[in-house]
């Protein structure tokens, strides 16, 4: 039986079921009638996030306005033990946003304010439902920048981004979004509200709460506020593309880069289908036919030195056997190469009906052979595979294509996905860089941790969401729920 089947046969759900009305009349007290979203054909858009092979009704969805709308929404809800989720532009890869069964959505993005802007001491503060980009916009024409930057940066929420330690191209020098926060503004599962950090004191004594928090995936607390770094932009970047006949030539040169001493600003690897997904899509560069992979090079910095670290980068390309090296000659050409890169995911429609990508990490000296073994899992399925991702800090994605409409098809391609993550595994790498565990991989957790691991890091959660209200049923193996505090059943529903 499918976990959304058992979830729904619950006796937690049954009775929860049973007082809907009342749980909804209780939202619309706290944020008004307008705010809360509860007819069936309303709530099919939140059945899902961006990953879509599991699907879940939420009870309800309700949007609050502020830190204080949150706080008296979590306490009705932790006073009546109704589960509930934080969900922000729905972007997410792994199912850590899909209901279960019947939790109440609890949507971040009517919260989507710059707050506050101090270049003098380089961070801003914003509302968890603020777009990444937006912020980057609203602050380049005074030189500056957010350096966080996943693929989906134009609709994605920093408050997403704080949840699943989002990466993107650039974070190979930069570092992902743990790296850049600075403060956070929390509502604990039982509505307090809580400030961690801060501009002031971002290296405050005692232990590391906004790195537990950033990366959490939404199940210890409510990201309300964030106060963020922001970085001066740099004075050059040069950017590159280089062309191989082999994945394996395209594998040593990444190595070989970092190897000289060069850290890029970033490093992406595409390959043969990969490329002719971005080809047929918006941005179309006129890559050459027939590669078998390419090198999405930049490096910035100073301008003094930058143009001999781009040379440097294609003489090692040129020892390892490249067809071509070319070098952005405008900001438009750039801008177009990132453009057709950033489209990867989205344009695999273009190729395939279906896709599912993953989110792995390994060692860089591992690429050569965790690819080939991606390929032949490949053969063994029957599905193509398409590899586009973030080669400098062994971040693999790869995207099985598949057709669902084809019976056995979806399941073929879960498995040929988990093979992918056990391969990763096996290389001595992570199940996830970037994407995070929701749903999706929570039961490879056992891939890298023990039993008393996996407890060691539930027994954490229990500190914060003692009932297990908090998005529950994500991050760790279903069997180990046993051992987790039981929810308690409501009796009935009282207001706030």
């Known amino acids: 039986m499918s976990e959304n089947k058992a979830r729904r046969g619950s006796p937690v759900f049954k009775k929860t079921s049973a007082v809907a009305d009342a749980v909804v009349r209780g939202l619309q007290d706290i944020v008004g009638p307008d705010k809360v979203l509860y ?4 709530l099919l858009a939140y059945e899902c996030d961006a990953y879509t092979l599991h699907k879940g009704m939420p009870r309800a969805v309700v949007f609050p306005g502020s830190t204080e709308d ?11 033990r109704v589960p509930f989720i934080a969900r922000g532009a729905g972007t997410g890869l792994s199912g850590g946003a899909i209901p279960l069964g019947g939790e109440v959505i609890i949507s971040l993005v009517q919260m989507k304010k710059l707050l506050h802007l101090d270049l003098t001491n380089r961070y801003a503060v914003v509302q968890p439902g603020y777009i990444n980009l937006q912020l980057t916009n609203a602050i380049a024409d005074r030189g500056y920048y957010y350096a966080p930057d ?18 993107g191209a650039h974070c190979l020098k930069y570092g992902v979004t743990t790296n850049h926060v600075l403060g956070l503004e929390v509502v604990l599962p039982n509505g307090e509200i809580v400030e961690i950090g801060g501009a002031g004191m971002p290296d405050a004594p005692g232990y590391d709460l906004i790195g537990l928090l950033t990366g959490s995936e939404g199940t210890l607390a409510i990201v309300t506020k964030i106060v963020v770094r922001i970085l001066k932009v740099p004075q050059d970047k040069r950017t590159a593309l280089a062309y191989f006949d082999s994945i394996e030539d395209a594998s040593r040169a990444v190595s070989a880069i970092i ?11 595409m390959d043969r289908i990969a490329i002719e997904g ?26 003094e030195g930058i143009e001999d670290q781009i040379r440097d980068i294609a003489e090692v390309c ?30 695999m429609g273009t190729i395939s009906p279906d896709y599912l990508v993953q989110d792995d990490v390994i060692p860089r000296s591992r690429l050569p052979e965790v ?17 586009i991702f973030h080669a400098g800090d062994g971040n693999l994605h790869p995207l099985v294509l598949f057709d669902s409409r084809k019976p056995g098809e979806s399941e073929r391609a879960v498995q040929a996905s988990m093979a992918c993550l056990k391969a990763c595994a096996d290389a001595g ?12 991989k929570k039961e490879a957790m056992r891939l890298i941790f023990t039993d008393e691991e996996i407890e060691a890091q539930m027994a954490v959660r229990r500190v914060f969401n003692p009932n297990d209200l908090l998005n529950p049923g994500k991050l760790f193996p279903t069997p180990g729920r046993c051992a987790e505090t039981k929810q308690a059943e409501p009796e009935a529903v009282t207001g706030h």
């Open 318 to 347: 040129r020892k390892c056997n490249v067809r071509e090296v070319k070098i952005a000659q405008t900001e438009a050409e750039r801008a177009l190469w990132w453009a057709n890169r950033k489209t990867g995911f989205a344009a």
């Open 70 to 80: 949150v706080a008296a929404i979590v306490k009705f809800l932790n006073r009546n």
């Open 429 to 440: 790498g992570s199940i996830t860089g970037e994407h995070g565990v929701g749903l999706e």
């Open 278 to 303: 971005v080809e047929k899509a918006a941005f179309p560069v006129g890559h050459p036919k027939g590669i078998a992979a390419l090198l999405l090079i930049e490096v910035d910095g100073i301008a």
């Open 259 to 269: 190897s000289c001493g060069i850290v890029p600003a970033a490093l992406e690897m």
């Open 150 to 167: 996943p693929s989906s940066q134009g609709n994605c929420t920093i408050g997403g981004n704080v949840a699943e330690n989002a990466g």
């Open 39 to 42: 007819q069936s054909a309303d």
């Open 371 to 387: 690819l080939a073994r991606i390929q032949q899992i490949s053969e063994a399925s029957g599905l193509r595979i398409a590899n």
